[in-house]
């Protein structure tokens, strides 16, 4: 069982960034790709950013060159760094763990892009 605890989240002008973290704990961190995943109000929730448990990255288009996804397995935290905000980057952002057919989620930080 993993629990995850979001934070960062707040409100910013466009233009400007926030870093999302994502502390873990109750299970072995270093094992679960981590995901930072999105839903705004009326949408789908879409997946952001991958980091696998080897390290390796992965975006949504839409984010690509602006966040920057990353993890630390000593501190059992993963980080989504995110500039050049955008008003359409407003959103609840999930922090997840998935390995096999185990997922767990955070209760969600609120990012609001507006001026």
């Known amino acids: 069982q993993v629990q995850l605890v979001e934070s960062g989240g707040g409100l910013v002008q466009p233009g400007g960034s926030l870093r999302l973290s994502c502390a873990a704990s109750?299970?072995?961190?270093?094992?679960?790709?981590m995901n930072w995943y999105r839903q705004a109000p009326g949408k789908e929730r879409e997946l952001v950013a991958v980091?696998?448990?080897?390290?390796?990255?992965n975006y949504v288009d839409s984010v690509k060159g602006r966040f920057t996804i990353s993890r630390d397995n000593a501190k059992n935290t993963v980080y989504l760094q995110m500039n050049s905000l955008k008003p359409e980057d407003t959103a609840v952002y999930y922090c997840?763990?998935?390995?096999?057919?185990?997922?767990?989620w955070g209760q969600g930080t609120q990012v609001t892009v507006s001026s």
């Open positions: 109750g299970s072995i961190f270093s094992v679960y790709d």
């Open positions: 980091i696998t448990s080897g390290g390796s990255t």
């Open positions: 997840n763990a998935h390995r096999g057919p185990l997922d767990h």
